[in-house]
Protein backbone atom coordinates (compact mmCIF):
# COMPACT_ATOMS: atom_id res chain seq x y z
CA UNK A 1 0.00 0.00 0.00
CA UNK A 2 1.46 3.48 -0.84
CA UNK A 3 2.18 5.89 2.14
CA UNK A 4 3.86 8.94 2.52
CA UNK A 5 4.73 10.17 5.79
CA UNK A 6 6.00 13.64 6.62
CA UNK A 7 8.07 14.66 9.91
CA UNK A 8 7.97 16.67 12.39
CA UNK A 9 4.47 16.65 12.98
CA UNK A 10 5.52 20.49 13.91
CA UNK A 11 8.31 22.50 14.48
CA UNK A 12 8.38 25.88 15.80
CA UNK A 13 12.01 28.13 14.50
CA UNK A 14 13.39 31.38 15.37
CA UNK A 15 13.53 33.91 12.76
CA UNK A 16 16.50 33.52 10.80
CA UNK A 17 16.90 29.72 12.06
CA UNK A 18 17.17 26.81 8.95
CA UNK A 19 16.15 24.01 9.52
CA UNK A 20 14.77 20.87 7.17
CA UNK A 21 11.09 18.83 6.78
CA UNK A 22 11.27 15.45 5.77
CA UNK A 23 9.14 13.53 3.30
CA UNK A 24 9.28 10.03 2.89
CA UNK A 25 7.24 8.07 0.99
CA UNK A 26 6.86 4.36 -0.27
CA UNK A 27 5.09 4.09 -3.51
CA UNK A 28 4.63 1.70 -6.60
CA UNK A 29 6.36 3.76 -9.35
CA UNK A 30 6.58 7.01 -8.25
CA UNK A 31 5.60 9.15 -11.08
CA UNK A 32 5.75 12.54 -8.78
CA UNK A 33 6.67 13.85 -5.81
CA UNK A 34 5.16 17.62 -4.97
CA UNK A 35 5.74 20.13 -2.30
CA UNK A 36 2.51 22.33 -0.98
CA UNK A 37 2.45 25.31 1.41
CA UNK A 38 -1.27 25.61 3.62
CA UNK A 39 -2.19 28.80 5.05
CA UNK A 40 -5.05 28.80 7.74
CA UNK A 41 -8.41 29.00 6.40
CA UNK A 42 -7.09 28.44 3.06
CA UNK A 43 -6.45 25.56 0.00
CA UNK A 44 -2.78 24.16 -0.63
CA UNK A 45 -0.73 26.39 -2.72
CA UNK A 46 1.65 24.67 -5.28
CA UNK A 47 5.16 24.59 -4.61
CA UNK A 48 7.28 22.17 -6.36
CA UNK A 49 7.40 19.23 -8.59
CA UNK A 50 10.29 16.56 -8.15
CA UNK A 51 10.29 14.04 -11.12
CA UNK A 52 13.72 11.51 -9.67
CA UNK A 53 16.32 11.02 -7.27
CA UNK A 54 18.93 14.22 -7.70
CA UNK A 55 16.83 16.65 -8.55
CA UNK A 56 16.22 19.53 -6.71
CA UNK A 57 13.93 22.60 -7.11
CA UNK A 58 14.54 26.45 -5.10
CA UNK A 59 12.26 29.08 -4.53
CA UNK A 60 13.10 32.02 -2.74
CA UNK A 61 14.22 29.95 0.99
CA UNK A 62 13.02 26.76 0.16
CA UNK A 63 14.64 24.25 -1.71
CA UNK A 64 13.22 20.71 -2.29
CA UNK A 65 15.58 17.57 -3.31
CA UNK A 66 14.42 14.35 -3.92
CA UNK A 67 16.07 10.29 -3.01
CA UNK A 68 14.52 7.20 -3.46
CA UNK A 69 12.80 6.72 -0.61
CA UNK A 70 12.29 10.35 0.81
CA UNK A 71 12.58 14.40 -0.31
CA UNK A 72 13.78 17.16 2.13
CA UNK A 73 12.41 20.44 2.04
CA UNK A 74 15.09 22.84 3.08
CA UNK A 75 13.89 26.13 4.57
CA UNK A 76 16.95 29.12 5.15
CA UNK A 77 16.58 31.99 7.19
CA UNK A 78 13.06 31.99 7.44
CA UNK A 79 11.22 34.62 8.05
CA UNK A 80 7.81 34.72 9.86
CA UNK A 81 5.72 34.69 6.68
CA UNK A 82 7.11 31.44 6.01
CA UNK A 83 4.40 30.27 8.35
CA UNK A 84 2.32 27.86 7.55
CA UNK A 85 1.55 23.81 7.18
CA UNK A 86 3.81 22.25 4.64
CA UNK A 87 2.76 18.94 2.57
CA UNK A 88 3.93 16.28 0.32
CA UNK A 89 1.96 14.64 -2.07
CA UNK A 90 3.06 11.71 -4.57
CA UNK A 91 1.40 10.40 -7.48
CA UNK A 92 1.90 6.57 -8.19
CA UNK A 93 2.65 4.93 -11.27
CA UNK A 94 -0.67 3.38 -11.80
CA UNK A 95 -2.56 6.67 -10.23
CA UNK A 96 -2.27 8.71 -12.75
CA UNK A 97 -3.59 12.11 -11.82
CA UNK A 98 -4.32 11.20 -8.20
CA UNK A 99 -2.07 12.86 -5.22
CA UNK A 100 -2.05 11.13 -2.25
CA UNK A 101 -1.21 13.65 0.48
CA UNK A 102 1.13 13.27 3.60
CA UNK A 103 0.00 14.69 6.84
CA UNK A 104 1.72 17.67 6.52
CA UNK A 105 4.19 19.78 9.08
CA UNK A 106 2.71 22.53 11.31
CA UNK A 107 6.31 25.38 10.64
CA UNK A 108 5.93 28.37 13.18
CA UNK A 109 8.48 31.54 12.81
CA UNK A 110 8.96 33.37 15.45
CA UNK A 111 10.43 36.81 15.14
CA UNK B 1 -8.43 34.96 -13.49
CA UNK B 2 -10.11 34.63 -9.73
CA UNK B 3 -8.75 31.47 -9.29
CA UNK B 4 -10.87 28.22 -8.21
CA UNK B 5 -14.21 29.53 -6.43
CA UNK B 6 -16.02 27.84 -3.74
CA UNK B 7 -19.20 27.97 -2.22
CA UNK B 8 -21.09 28.14 0.58
CA UNK B 9 -17.71 28.92 2.48
CA UNK B 10 -19.45 27.55 5.53
CA UNK B 11 -22.56 25.17 6.04
CA UNK B 12 -23.72 24.14 8.98
CA UNK B 13 -26.66 21.68 8.54
CA UNK B 14 -28.32 19.24 10.98
CA UNK B 15 -28.25 15.27 10.00
CA UNK B 16 -30.08 14.03 7.46
CA UNK B 17 -29.88 17.17 5.45
CA UNK B 18 -29.18 17.53 2.01
CA UNK B 19 -25.89 19.83 1.61
CA UNK B 20 -25.00 20.86 -1.75
CA UNK B 21 -20.80 22.35 -2.43
CA UNK B 22 -20.18 23.96 -5.39
CA UNK B 23 -17.28 25.31 -7.44
CA UNK B 24 -16.34 26.92 -10.85
CA UNK B 25 -12.72 25.71 -11.75
CA UNK B 26 -10.45 27.91 -13.04
CA UNK B 27 -11.14 28.94 -17.04
CA UNK B 28 -9.40 26.61 -19.97
CA UNK B 29 -8.77 23.68 -17.01
CA UNK B 30 -9.71 20.32 -17.95
CA UNK B 31 -9.46 18.57 -15.09
CA UNK B 32 -11.22 19.27 -11.68
CA UNK B 33 -10.98 17.15 -8.24
CA UNK B 34 -12.96 16.99 -5.23
CA UNK B 35 -10.87 16.55 -1.60
CA UNK B 36 -11.77 16.27 1.86
CA UNK B 37 -10.06 17.39 4.70
CA UNK B 38 -10.17 16.37 8.25
CA UNK B 39 -7.57 16.40 11.05
CA UNK B 40 -7.57 12.49 11.29
CA UNK B 41 -7.07 11.41 7.39
CA UNK B 42 -5.74 14.61 5.91
CA UNK B 43 -6.73 15.23 2.04
CA UNK B 44 -8.61 12.64 0.41
CA UNK B 45 -9.28 12.68 -2.95
CA UNK B 46 -12.98 11.71 -3.40
CA UNK B 47 -13.50 12.23 -7.65
CA UNK B 48 -11.50 13.56 -10.14
CA UNK B 49 -13.69 14.95 -13.48
CA UNK B 50 -11.72 15.24 -16.51
CA UNK B 51 -13.74 17.36 -19.89
CA UNK B 52 -16.51 17.49 -17.27
CA UNK B 53 -16.65 13.57 -16.94
CA UNK B 54 -16.05 11.50 -14.18
CA UNK B 55 -12.58 9.37 -14.22
CA UNK B 56 -11.80 8.17 -10.95
CA UNK B 57 -15.02 7.87 -7.60
CA UNK B 58 -12.97 5.52 -5.54
CA UNK B 59 -12.65 7.85 -3.05
CA UNK B 60 -16.40 8.82 -2.47
CA UNK B 61 -17.14 7.39 0.75
CA UNK B 62 -20.81 5.55 0.01
CA UNK B 63 -23.78 6.42 -1.65
CA UNK B 64 -24.64 9.30 0.03
CA UNK B 65 -22.08 11.09 -2.54
CA UNK B 66 -22.34 12.06 -5.67
CA UNK B 67 -20.97 14.59 -8.02
CA UNK B 68 -20.98 15.68 -11.25
CA UNK B 69 -20.17 18.15 -14.05
CA UNK B 70 -22.95 19.73 -15.79
CA UNK B 71 -20.40 21.92 -17.97
CA UNK B 72 -16.57 23.27 -17.94
CA UNK B 73 -17.57 25.72 -15.25
CA UNK B 74 -19.15 24.33 -12.79
CA UNK B 75 -19.29 21.21 -10.58
CA UNK B 76 -21.44 20.14 -7.59
CA UNK B 77 -20.74 17.32 -4.51
CA UNK B 78 -24.15 16.53 -2.68
CA UNK B 79 -24.45 14.78 0.26
CA UNK B 80 -27.67 13.16 1.07
CA UNK B 81 -28.32 12.49 3.83
CA UNK B 82 -25.47 14.35 5.30
CA UNK B 83 -24.09 12.35 8.79
CA UNK B 84 -21.72 14.20 11.52
CA UNK B 85 -19.02 12.35 10.11
CA UNK B 86 -19.27 14.38 7.29
CA UNK B 87 -17.98 16.96 8.95
CA UNK B 88 -14.93 18.46 7.04
CA UNK B 89 -13.61 21.21 4.81
CA UNK B 90 -14.38 20.05 0.96
CA UNK B 91 -12.18 21.70 -1.50
CA UNK B 92 -12.04 22.20 -5.04
CA UNK B 93 -9.20 22.25 -7.07
CA UNK B 94 -8.62 22.31 -10.88
CA UNK B 95 -5.57 21.96 -13.05
CA UNK B 96 -4.33 22.04 -16.98
CA UNK B 97 -2.06 18.91 -16.56
CA UNK B 98 -2.41 16.92 -12.93
CA UNK B 99 0.89 14.60 -14.35
CA UNK B 100 3.31 17.83 -13.24
CA UNK B 101 0.98 17.58 -9.46
CA UNK B 102 -0.07 21.58 -9.67
CA UNK B 103 -3.32 21.85 -8.82
CA UNK B 104 -5.18 24.99 -8.10
CA UNK B 105 -6.88 24.75 -4.98
CA UNK B 106 -10.25 26.78 -4.09
CA UNK B 107 -10.43 28.31 -0.31
CA UNK B 108 -12.54 25.03 0.48
CA UNK B 109 -15.85 24.79 2.19
CA UNK B 110 -16.47 24.14 6.29
CA UNK B 111 -19.30 22.06 6.66
CA UNK B 112 -20.54 21.26 9.62
CA UNK B 113 -23.81 18.45 10.22
CA UNK B 114 -24.85 18.74 13.57
Known amino acids: EDQVTQSPEALRLQEGESSSLNCSYT??????LFWYRQDPGKGPEFLFT???AGEEKEKERLKATLTKKESFLHITAPKPEDSATYLC????????????FGAGTQVVVTP | DAGVIQSPRHEVTEMGQEVTLRCKPI?????LFWYRQTMMRGLELLIY????????DSGMPEDRFSAKMPNASFSTLKIQPSEPRDSAVYFC????????????FGSGTQLSVL
Open chain 2, 93 to 104: ASSLDPGEGKLF
Open chain 1, 27 to 32: VSGLRG
Open chain 1, 50 to 52: LYS
Open chain 1, 89 to 100: AVQAGDSWGKLQ
Open chain 2, 27 to 31: SGHDY
Open chain 2, 49 to 56: FNNNVPID
